[in-house]
């Protein structure tokens, strides 16, 4: 860990520190993942439970607008028994609406909702059994924590390029370098040179394919 110089300036909002806290927490832990591979092969079983939080979400989008406003997404999250103070929703609402149109659509709605479920990882040992009364879900949000935490090798609580290419090598891959550096540019959106955990469930909610699922009906 030692002797980094380009030192990672302090996370920019109260609740990206809680975010890395909590994920250093997490990794201090361990991880049942031991290779990227292992997430990829993961990937049907992700993307059956989205499909769950699928309708979760459209129960909870009254007006089927195709978005949680602000009232709509306070309901939901109650529902699931997460007690948040008005401000720390109002955080997670900013956070996790990427383009400001002050709606959480849905692949909004799954990174949401699994910075909730990372955020409570502090709760007893007796809360933590359910933190969402959706345990299909939590077990894939387990997974990419875990996933998450095998990128990040120096427990930061931030991936960087390097975390990356090593966990390609690791897995074996032939010419990981460039697989590696497209990964991590297709995560680092912001460009600032790190990833966070933000910013990592975004890029793997478009790797699985979660933005296919909308229009199958309606
Ligand atoms: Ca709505
Ligand atoms: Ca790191
Ligand atoms: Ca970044």
Redesign the pocket.
């Known amino acids: 860990m030692g002797g980094v110089s380009g030192k990672l300036e302090s996370p920019e909002t109260k609740l990206e520190a809680k975010m890395v806290e909590a994920m250093q927490r997490r990794a201090s832990k361990g991880t049942a993942i031991k290779s990227f591979n292992s997430i990829i092969l993961k990937f049907p079983k992700i993307d059956e439970s989205l499909r769950k939080c699928k309708a979760i979400f459209e129960q909870f989008?009254?007006?089927?607008?195709?978005?949680?406003?602000h009232e709509?997404l306070k309901k939901c999250l109650h529902k699931l028994g997460v007690c948040f103070t008005e401000e720390e929703i109002d955080d997670l609402f900013k956070a996790c609406d990427v383009n400001e149109d002050m709606?959480i659509k849905f692949n909004e709605f799954v990174v949401l909702l699994c910075l909730v479920y990372l955020l409570k990882d502090n709760a007893t040992e007796s809360e933590a059994k359910s933190r969402m009364g959706v345990p299909s879900l939590e077990a894939t949000f387990e997974t990419l924590v875990d996933a998450f935490v095998l990128l990040d090798k120096n427990k930061d609580g931030y991936v960087s390029k390097n975390e990356m290419v090593q966990a390609i090598n690791e897995s074996g891959e032939h010419s990981s370098g460039p697989i590696a550096t497209k990964r991590f540019e297709e995560m680092d959106w912001d460009k600032n040179g790190w990833v966070s955990f933000k910013e990592f469930l975004f890029a793997f909610t478009a790797w699985v394919g979660i933005e296919d699922f909308g229009d199958d009906e309606d």
Do not use: F, P, Y
């Open positions: 989008d009254e007006d089927s607008n195709g978005a949680l406003d709509e709606g």
